[in-house]
């Protein structure tokens, strides 16, 4: 039976997420996202609460907590601002997930529990500058050596890429297959910022996530151990998918946070707002606005709770959680846009958090899936034209304890 009532454990974690919002962030926001300026100490200070590894095993550095922890953590944490939702996003959703699901003893001593513990931060870089959703048009390759891969190619709009210690890179380790477009030519490398040829830097004059680092990786003739491959070779399309279905989660999530603060905002605003001789809260048009900042809410709730449960009992997700994703940030983007309006004037000037939640909500139906790409899988889903499988490497489900 699935039952949503959060544990004392989720209330906890709530509690500790909000009051590092409104500690850490919401008083500094708007000067860092004016500036576009990535404050490093955050990441600090979330892995000395233990964020960084909510949902790791405890065995390899992490809090032990469920997945429905992480979901509170990413809605929490967007309530405050999207940049540090993203962090989770990239960090656990796309990277660390994956090392626990796909990596070796080996690979999860030396990159997972430095990760889980915050010590180090990972990332992602599966788009290119040519390539998003179409995940099989990336160009970069992967050249067995003796003993090691070479790696060439350009990763862009990556989270993270200035700032994180180690990259989740795809690239091709069979040059026939890329030209055929057969995604098992796709492999899974695990790319360590100090390894000679790669270099990062940053992508300024974004629409939003000011406050948040994006930018480009570029590998050039990177020497990469062959233990550094995640996974086997060819199963590079099938570890990205997983990564997305995890990454898909936090966005939901965080998303379902964002339209809660363009509520709480919305309200507050309505209240002290006079025209007409009464408060706009009165009038039935802002009322809907409200109205609909609820309901988008609930049913994102909703929706990524059911997605975490699934994950929680190890069971297949992957339609639920495209659906909590596209939902959400479809919620989170009308929710934004009303809370704007609902603010009027005020609401075209950063003197108010809510044209910050506007610029932020565009990009969670880019990111992780666009929101078109969200909606060919349902409509696929529903026709019968895309069946889930499994892999080789579900992702584990949650052992209390552990
Ligand atoms: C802030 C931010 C952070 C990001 N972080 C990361 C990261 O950490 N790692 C990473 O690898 N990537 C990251 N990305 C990249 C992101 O995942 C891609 O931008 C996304 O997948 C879309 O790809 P694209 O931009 O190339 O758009 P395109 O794929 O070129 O799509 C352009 C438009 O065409 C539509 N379209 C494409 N194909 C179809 C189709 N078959 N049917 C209908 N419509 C279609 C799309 O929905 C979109 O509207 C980030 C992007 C942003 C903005």
Redesign the pocket.
């Known amino acids: 039976m699935i039952d949503f009532t959060w544990t004392e454990e989720h209330k906890a974690v709530f509690k500790l997420v909000q009051d590092f919002g409104k500690k850490e962030i919401i008083p500094f926001i708007r000067e860092r996202d004016r500036k576009e300026q990535f404050d490093p100490s955050i990441l600090k200070k979330l892995g000395e609460a233990d964020i960084l590894g909510i949902c790791i095993p405890s065995q390899y550095g992490g809090a032990g907590l469920d997945y429905i922890s992480l979901g509170i953590a990413c809605q929490e944490l967007e309530y405050a601002d999207t940049s540090l939702r ?1 962090i989770l ?2 960090h656990i959703g ?1 990277a660390s997930l994956a090392y626990l699901t796909w990596g070796n003893e080996a690979q999860k001593q030396k990159y997972l529990v430095p990760q889980a513990k915050g010590e180090k931060i990972g ?6 500058p ?5 995940v099989v048009g990336i160009q970069a390759t992967a050249d067995k050596k003796e003993g090691f891969y070479v790696l060439n190619g350009e ?7 200035d700032v994180a210690d180690n990259f989740l890179c ?1 690239a091709w380790t069979d040059r026939k297959k890329r030209d055929k477009r057969d995604h098992t030519g796709l492999s899974a490398f695990i790319v360590e910022r100090t390894f000679k040829g790669v270099k990062t830097g940053t992508i300024h004059g ?4 000011r406050a ?1 680092n ?1 930018g480009y990786i570029s590998l050039s003739d990177v020497e990469v151990p062959q233990e550094n491959m995640l996974g086997q070779e060819s199963e590079g399309f099938k570890i990205a998918m997983f990564c997305l279905d995890q ?1 898909r989660y936090t966005v939901a999530a965080g998303a379902t946070g964002l339209t809660k603060a363009c509520l709480d905002a919305s309200v507050n605003y309505s209240k002290t707002r006079k025209t007409f001789n009464t408060f706009i809260g009165e009038h039935q048009l802002v009322k809907e606005m409200i109205a609909f900042m609820v309901s988008g809410f609930e049913a994102s709730q909703l929706l990524w709770l059911r997605a975490g449960w699934l994950k929680n009992q190890g069971l297949p997700n992957s339609k639920e959680t495209a659906l909590a994703k596209w939902f959400a940030c479809d919620a989170a983007e009308k929710a934004a846009a009303d809370a704007v309006q609902v603010f009027g004037s005020y609401g075209f000037s950063d003197e108010y958090p809510v044209e910050r939640f506007y610029r932020n909500s565009k ?1 969670s139906s ?8 969200q ?2 899988l349902q409509a696929d889903y529903a026709l019968g034209y895309k069946v889930d499988k499994g892999t080789r490497c579900p992702l584990p489900k949650y052992q209390p304890g552990l």
């Open positions: 993203v996003s990239v796309l990332s992602f870089g599966l788009t290119e040519n390539a998003g959703s179409d990763k862009m709009w990556i989270s993270l890429a795809f974004k629409l939003g996530v948040g994006t990454g990009g880019i990111y992780e899936g666009t929101r078109e790409i909606k060919l």
